[in-house]
């Protein structure tokens, strides 16, 4: 069956502006979790979907949002980004409570200059 | 915020050497799990150990738990080149409602052939 897909791969945007990415997870996995990784901070979870219903979210600020839709695709916003936005955003998925462990997609690189 | 430390964190070693990976983790898990990621991909999942579970084997991999140390590690046993990667552990918290990982900081392992 096929993976999670993550769209865009990559990104350059501009200070200030937003941006949104897409997550598509497994057919039947209904959890979408996101994280963000950079050098300095690492992989920092951002928030989780369930159902369409935001279930966790991480310490970054209210310019980082999400949602999920009936097909449990997921999709990342991100209003007036900065430079210390650039980094590589990774969804993963699961089918229920993640006891089994979480399917990762390849991410989008984003870069704002 | 990252859960704990991961040690060494970087590691070379010969072709069909062992690589152990230590982690350390400060709250009460669920469970604990561990990724590999390659040059900056997605992250793919190696193996889960439960609360409850002090050892698990899967292939080339054992991991050990010792929940009273909140510690785990990591063995890759007779190393290939293909094994080349960065190595998480993450914790699934017993204090988490839904899905949400908090990682560590990884360990940058290089095999040479």
């Known amino acids: 069956k096929a993976g999670v897909t993550q769209t865009p791969r990559y990104l350059i945007k501009t200070r200030g502006q937003q941006v949104t990415l897409s997550c598509s997870p497994i057919?039947?996995?209904?959890?979408v979790s996101w994280y963000q990784q950079t050098p300095g901070q690492g992989l920092q979870f951002l928030f989780e979907?369930?159902?369409?219903?935001?279930?966790n979210k991480g310490n970054f600020p209210g310019r980082f949002s999400g949602r999920q839709f009936s097909n449990s695709r997921s999709e990342m916003n991100v209003s007036t980004l900065e430079l210390g936005d650039s980094a590589l955003y990774l969804c993963?998925?699961?089918?229920?409570?993640?006891?089994?462990?979480?399917?990762f997609g390849s991410g989008t690189r984003l870069t704002v200059v | 915020s990252q859960q704990g430390e991961e040690d060494p964190q970087a590691l070379s070693i010969q072709e069909g050497e062992n690589a152990t990976m230590n982690c350390s983790y400060k709250?009460?898990?669920?469970?604990l799990q561990w990724y590999r990621q390659n040059s900056g991909r997605g992250l793919v999942h190696l193996i889960l150990?439960?609360?409850?579970?002090r050892e698990k084997h899967s292939g080339r991999l054992r991991v050990t738990l010792d929940t009273s140390k909140k510690s785990s590690s990591l063995l890759i046993t007779a190393s290939r080149a293909a094994d080349t990667a960065s190595y998480f552990c993450?914790?699934?918290?017993?204090?988490?409602?839904?899905?949400?990982?908090?990682f560590g900081g990884g360990t940058r392992l290089m095999v040479k052939p």
């Open positions: 993963a998925s699961s089918l229920g409570q993640g006891v089994w462990g979480y399917t």
């Open positions: 057919s039947g996995h209904r959890s």
């Open positions: 979907y369930f159902s369409e219903t935001q279930r």
């Open positions: 709250t009460s898990i669920n469970n």
């Open positions: 150990i439960r609360s409850n579970e």
């Open positions: 993450a914790t699934d918290d017993i204090s988490n409602a839904g899905n949400m990982l908090t």
